[in-house]
């Protein structure tokens, strides 16, 4: 481990010693790919040796979403999960209270949304080094992330965290890449682009897929990529996770900083010791998570609006619906009938491709 960790360091200080300019971007390119390879060996070491996953860290995904509270060590993480679910988490105005991962259940919009008190994150964990391994991999399966930052510490350590999760391939608020790339058994690399590119040419985009052991794609652009966008296709492990950067202790501040602050995109000024805009962060959740609600209607009877079905913004037919109630659903299923916005006349009868909206009503008629 530790001289992969040895690699990482000469690399990254090579980096910073090399000046960016087009004769240097074909030999960054290959530096920045070089390091995404030794990220992934720090992240899943080899099965040798013990180790383990850490106690405390193999918590159960349960619940419709999973939200991940990410931040340094007495920031106010701890008090936040305490006061927003009813779960007791150690709470102390040292460093490091908090050693495994407490989970606690906010009930909100008919929805269960678990929440994760992680372990306070020190410069250096995609590196290996505290708890951060185990932290940033709890991290990745989340469906929100929230970084939880002191606004009486500089606004840097925003920027330190976004670097530690980045460096494990967590990328925040970003959409995938908008490139093809396609392996082939022959032909070379193939380098065409809609757009003209001002970070890609076709030697950096070979000295990349050379690292990769790459000698024959099809590479497509259809906007200005990076060698960052590139390497994250090629790596295909990366996970995009909307954030909500939490700025806590607003209380300490002045009413002229909070101001500027509240500018700021993707942030939410909380108290959680005096419970100040728990509200308003628990609707900027709702927000992120962009989930859509189904409520089910059984024959004859009125809809059960106490109880939702929750699905993804991504996965909202007629089908995934089914699949969410129970996975022999779909073998009964002969159409559904549907009221709400995603209907066209009240009710709409559908099949198991219609797309349903957030607050739909929807009636499964089964096969005789």
Request: with cysteine.
């Amino acid at each position: 481990m530790s001289t992969v960790m040895q690699k990482i360091k000469d690399i990254e200080d090579e980096m910073a010693r090399t000046q960016k300019n087009k004769a240097t971007a074909h030999h960054l390119g290959l530096l920045k790919a070089k390091l995404a390879k030794l990220r992934r060996e720090l992240l899943a070491p080899s099965s040798k040796g013990g180790g383990g996953a850490g106690e405390g860290f193999d918590v159960t995904k349960s619940g419709d979403a999973r939200v991940g509270l990410v931040g340094f060590p007495s920031v106010g993480k701890s008090t936040l999960l305490n006061k927003l679910t009813g779960t007791f988490s150690e709470v102390a105005s040292y460093e490091f209270t908090t050693l495994t991962c407490i989970p606690g259940v906010i009930m909100y919009r008919g929805a269960k949304i678990q929440l994760l008190d992680l372990p306070g994150i020190i410069e250096g964990a995609k590196d290996g080094k505290g708890r951060g391994r185990q932290v940033i991999s709890t991290a990745r399966t989340c469906n929100v992330i929230l970084i939880v930052l002191d606004a009486i510490k500089p606004i840097t350590h925003k920027r330190l965290i976004e670097k530690e999760l980045e460096g494990f391939g967590i990328r925040l608020n970003k959409e995938p890449p908008n490139l093809s790339f396609r392996r082939k058994d022959k032909g070379g690399i193939n380098f065409t682009s809609t757009v003209t590119n001002t970070h890609l040419d076709l030697e950096t985009v070979k000295a990349i897929c050379s690292e990769y052991r790459i000698h024959n794609a099809d590479i497509n652009l259809k906007y200005d990529a990076t060698a960052d966008d590139l390497i994250d296709v090629i790596e295909g492990s990366r996970v995009y996770i909307p954030c909500i950067y939490v700025l806590n202790k607003i209380d300490q501040i002045t009413l002229e900083e909070l101001e500027i602050l509240d500018k700021l995109p993707h942030y939410c000024p909380i108290s959680a010791h005096l419970e100040w805009n728990l509200d308003g962060l628990l609707e900027k959740i709702w927000e992120y998570l962009n989930l859509t609600r189904i409520y089910t209607k059984p024959k004859g009877m009125n809809p059960d609006y106490n109880d939702p079905v929750i699905l993804s913004s991504k996965r909202t037919t007629v089908e995934d619906f089914c699949n969410q109630i129970h996975k022999d659903m779909l073998k009964q299923f002969k159409y559904a009938l549907v009221w709400g916005s995603s209907a066209k006349h009240k009710p709409q009868r559908v099949g198991k491709e219609h797309e349903l909206e957030d607050e739909d009503v929807v009636q499964i008629i089964k096969k005789v």
